[in-house]
């Protein structure tokens, strides 16, 4: 199994920034890509961005690129998440979650995460 801990969540004004980390341990050598997704109030959990961890190729869902940035760092086996000029509709609990892989792997669909972490909310004030 892999575990997941992710950190950085809280209160931010909108404009503002505000920096995700998500720590994995365990079986960590099974993972092929790690991302984020989002599950604000109501709504359903949506893709926010992807990396895969070897070749770093990275995936964003349109509603962030441009302002939010994965990242990772494979000797701490924590994947990151910058996010800048941050609005109220980005309020959500963030969640990260990692992937084993496969040969069809898109990055945004849920079905293709093997685990998950507990979440972080993050809050954007108007």
């Known amino acids: 199994q892999v575990q997941l801990v992710e950190s950085g969540g809280g209160l931010v004004q909108a404009g503002g920034s505000r920096g995700l980390s998500c720590a994995a341990s365990g079986r960590t050598a099974s993972i092929y890509a790690m991302g984020w997704f989002r599950q604000a109030p109501g709504k359903e959990r949506e893709f926010v961005a992807a990396?895969?961890?070897?070749?770093?190729?990275?995936y964003y869902a349109d509603s962030v690129k441009g302002r939010f940035t994965i990242s990772r760092a494979n000797a701490k086996i924590t994947v990151y998440l910058q996010m800048n000029s941050l609005k109220p509709e980005d309020t959500a609990v963030y969640y990260c979650?990692?992937?084993?892989?496969?040969?069809?792997?898109?990055?945004?669909?849920?079905?293709?995460?093997?685990?998950w972490g507990q979440g972080t909310q993050v809050t954007v004030s108007s």
């Open positions: 990396i895969t961890w070897r070749r770093g190729t990275t």
């Open positions: 979650a990692s992937s084993k892989g496969s040969y069809s792997y898109t990055g945004g669909s849920q079905n293709e995460y093997d685990y």
